[in-house]
T-cell receptor, first 118, second 114 residues
């Protein structure tokens, strides 16, 4: 079965540079989530989109922005990168909004993009 | 306050034996979902099992079962007949109310010993 696709899988940037992470959800999934997982830490929710509109916002820095496009893929744009931004960035997708049956409630994660800021 | 607490940073289990990974949660919402994910050393997050707050029966998925005790706010993962490939980090997560974000615990590192 098709899974969530993230690109690139690995990214190395210098401080103060910008980065764009892409996420392609599972076909028919209309909700996308972004998480950041620092080394040895649990994933932290950044932001989510449903039907191309922001649906929830977590601890996303002002330097980051994201959007969901008409084909439901999403991009996370990160500017003025800092050393502390080095992390594994996950995109997840689900069918519909939370609170429904298990088929819509479950978030399926992509393989992640490992960002290293030097 | 932590919404998800996993008190076992590391666990060891003999191959073919069962193991229970603990998870307690904190929410005042009546509607919520509980999830377990497996994260191997390769880094991907693999969905294992789901339990809805209104589900009266414990969820099961193959060798995985969730011991859901609502009054105690616990959602422990039981892995039966452990295999070497089960060695990984395991995260408990919760979605509460109508919110979309998942709250994760700090994880339990499971090592299966041959």
């Amino acid at each position: 079965a098709a899974g969530v696709i993230q690109s690139p899988r690995h990214l190395i940037k210098e401080k103060r540079e910008t980065a764009t992470l892409k996420c392609y959800p599972i076909p028919r999934h209309d909700t996308v989530y972004w998480y950041q997982q620092g080394p040895g830490q649990d994933p932290q929710f950044l932001i989510s989109f449903y039907e191309k509109m922001q649906s929830d916002k977590g601890s996303i820095p002002d330097r980051f922005s994201a959007q969901q496009f008409s084909d439901y893929h999403s991009e996370l744009n990160m500017s003025s990168l800092e050393l502390g931004d080095s992390a594994l960035y996950f995109c997840a997708s689900s069918l519909g909004l939370a609170g429904g049956p298990p088929s819509t409630d479950t978030q399926y994660f992509g393989p992640g993009t490992r960002l290293t800021v030097l | 306050a932590q919404k998800i607490t996993q008190t076992q940073p590391g666990m060891f289990v003999q191959e073919k034996e069962a193991v229970t990974l603990d998870c307690t949660y904190d929410t005042s919402d009546q509607s919520y979902g509980l999830f377990w994910y497996k994260q191997p050393s390769s880094g991907e997050m693999i969905f294992l099992i789901y339990q809805g707050s209104y589900d009266e029966q414990n969820a099961t998925e193959g060798r995985y079962s969730l011991n859901f005790q609502k009054a105690r706010k616990s959602a422990n993962l039981v892995i039966s007949a452990s295999q070497l490939g089960d060695s990984a980090m395991y995260f408990c997560a919760m979605r509460e109310g109508t919110g979309n974000q998942f709250y994760f615990g700090t994880g339990t590192s499971l090592t299966v010993i041959p």
